[in-house]
């Protein structure tokens, strides 16, 4: 028997959203319930919600309070949460290339070093994760994945980057992240994907949702460079493993 | 074809329209016109629905020129001294550059933000249903970045209609009005009650992404690193340092520090327009009375057309000439809401 779920908190964000909280700590467990409560929404819709947003712990609830009142939609959300099951059937599963190392993953060897290990040790322990898209959120497409191996856990840079570059795969606390545009991290540069986890023209625009499965394939540099090419020409270039 | 070609700007100038909600769950953040109203009222004077696009200008000046025929304008937002080849233009109504006349506007006075719209609308490719821009996205129509001199906003060639004014209403230095929360419960109350207590200024380094408030030190219970979740327009979040920043528009869509309080939905655009380095205080209100702003504001947003008017010289022109102080202090001496509420 599965143990009774408590209830998540209901935390107001304004006048248009509800943070429905399901734990305070990154918790595998909590965002899987966020995850199944936003599926459950998707297929009860209630009157109202305009716009949902999972993160690793929480659901951000946009909604137009000319149609709900904050009381009335924390009700209905409090009932689906609890006949949320947090199961997931037909998850996909995507295989994404990386080339780890040297100009695309600036960070490997002091990473290694920090970690009192080998270049290739790090590649092999990440490289075999079997990761799930946590959440999706600073800039179009981020992705943070959960379920990093615990020897890969590292703080972040003291001092972050300004810029760093679009399809940069890095690892940063207990999180690893595919992240599309180039842009600000605090986090340690392990290599690049050419998958475009966001792209304008494209159909789908946004290739990942949370809660798919991630797992990394390491491609070397020339590999990297085609990829590159056809996924600038709108090819998926991930590999859609199942369903 | 009419185009309004832009023929000088300042920085914090973009188009802008109602946003791009709908995608916050991969990262992409909305957008759209820091205030809404005066979006809303700019479009209403030209009869364009009231969050189509329209350029949206920070506090510097612009000019902008009409050509390939005449073209009809909407201004609403923070006022400014305004002409049209010499004849001067109040805020709140509608003109008509015919073609080849310069429009002049002036800094923003009483406000960061004002708003220009077109009649007809801008053209433009939408993405995601929107021609907002968001440079760091790359996103927005007809260019994915702030306007510069030389961009031109194509459109359609003035209907000849007759100049509108419209009523708003009246302007008020009320305090900011915020619901506790998301994650207040992270501030002791004493911190709570110096947030409401402060007085508070926006920072010069201020952008569409956030307002950085300057004033007392907000301290946390524990640490100011929280898991990343999701964030609204509005939220105010308090990172190491105590000073609390209010996110805008172009936020990002997820946030790692404690959100102590959220401003109401009616007093976003107000709190947009508070000029840097104006003090302002905040003032915490129940969820039923942030509800019943909200509602009411909604209803004020899409009943703007009942608050056209005809164009009055009288009405229209002592503020104009006030503001381009072309009659000095004698108009000054009239009180101009009264004379425009008295007159037909």
Not at chain 1, 48 to 62: A, D, M, N, Q
Not at chain 2, 39 to 46: I, Y
Not at chain 2, 69 to 81: D, I
Not at chain 2, 83 to 107: C, Q
Request: overall charge negative; aromatic content about 6%; glycine content about 10%.
């Amino acid at each position: 028997m599965a143990e009774p779920l408590s209830p998540p908190r209901l935390l107001p964000s304004g006048d248009s959203a509800i943070t429905v909280e399901f734990s305070r700590t990154i918790d595998d467990a909590a965002n899987r319930r966020v995850l199944a409560l936003d599926r459950v929404i998707a297929a009860e819709p209630i009157a109202g919600i305009t716009e949902t947003v999972p993160t690793y712990r929480s659901l951000l609830v946009h909604y137009d309070p000319v149609q709900i009142t904050f009381d009335a939609l924390g009700e209905q959300l409090l009932a689906r949460a609890a006949k949320a099951p947090p199961t997931e059937s037909g998850t996909r599963r995507w295989r994404i290339p990386i080339t780890y190392g040297g100009e695309h993953g600036i960070d490997l060897e002091d990473v290694a070093k920090a970690l009192q290990t080998t270049p290739d040790d790090i590649v092999a322990r990440h490289a075999a994760g079997d990761y799930r898209v946590a959440m999706i959120g600073f800039t179009p497409g981020w992705s943070y994945l959960s379920g990093l191996d615990k020897f890969l856990h590292i703080p972040r840079r003291k001092e972050p980057r300004l810029v760093t570059p679009a399809g940069t795969i890095s690892i940063g606390g207990i999180q690893t992240g595919v992240q599309c545009l180039a842009g600000p991290s605090g986090w340690h540069l392990l290599g690049r994907t050419p998958v475009r986890t966001y792209q304008l023209h494209r159909d789908p625009t946004f290739l990942l949702e949370p809660g798919d499965a991630v797992s990394f394939t390491a491609v070397d540099t020339k590999t990297f460079a085609e990829q590159d090419r056809a996924a600038e020409a709108g090819a998926f270039v991930a590999e859609l493993v199942t369903p | 074809m009419s185009k309004l070609v832009v023929t000088s700007i300042g920085p914090a100038s973009s188009v802008q329209d109602g946003g791009r909600p709908g995608s916050q769950r991969y990262g992409l953040t909305p957008s759209g016109a820091m205030d809404r109203l005066s979006l809303a009222a700019a479009n209403t004077l030209v009869g364009n629905e009231p969050f189509a696009a329209a350029v949206e200008i920070g506090p510097f000046g612009a000019t902008f020129t009409a050509r390939g025929g005449a073209v009809r304008v909407g201004l609403a937002g923070a006022s400014r001294n305004a002409d049209i080849g010499g004849r001067p233009v109040a805020f709140d109504s509608s003109a008509t550059l015919a073609d080849g006349e310069t429009l002049n506007l002036g800094f923003a006075r009483g406000g960061s933000f004002s708003y220009l719209a077109i009649e007809h609308g801008i053209e433009g490719e939408p993405m995601f249903g929107s021609l907002a821009v968001n440079a760091r996205a790359g996103l927005g129509s007809p260019y994915p970045r702030p306007l510069q001199s030389g961009d031109e906003l194509k459109t359609k060639a003035a209907s000849g209609a007759a100049e509108r004014r419209i009523e708003l209403p009246a302007a008020t230095d009320a305090p900011i009005r915020i619901v506790f929360g998301p994650q207040d419960d992270e501030f002791a109350e004493e911190n709570k009650k110096l947030f409401l207590d402060s007085e508070w200024k926006i920072s010069a380094t201020s952008d569409r992404m956030g307002y950085r408030l300057e004033g007392a030190v907000i301290k946390h219970r524990d640490g100011h690193n929280i898991v990343s979740d999701g964030t609204v327009n509005g939220s105010i979040q308090v990172p190491g340092n105590g000073q609390p920043i209010v996110l805008m528009p172009d936020r990002g869509t997820s946030g790692g520090y404690p959100k102590i309080a959220t401003v109401i939905t009616a007093d976003l655009g107000r709190f947009a327009q508070t000029s840097a380095g104006r003090p302002f205080r905040f003032k915490a209100v129940t969820m039923a009375e942030a509800q019943t702003e909200a509602i009411k504001f909604h209803a004020l947003l899409h009943s703007l057309s009942d608050r056209l008017r005809g164009i009055d010289d009288f009405g229209l022109n002592i503020e104009a000439l006030r503001d381009a102080n072309v009659a000095g202090q004698a108009v000054s001496a009239v009180d101009v809401s009264t004379w425009q509420v008295a007159l037909p």
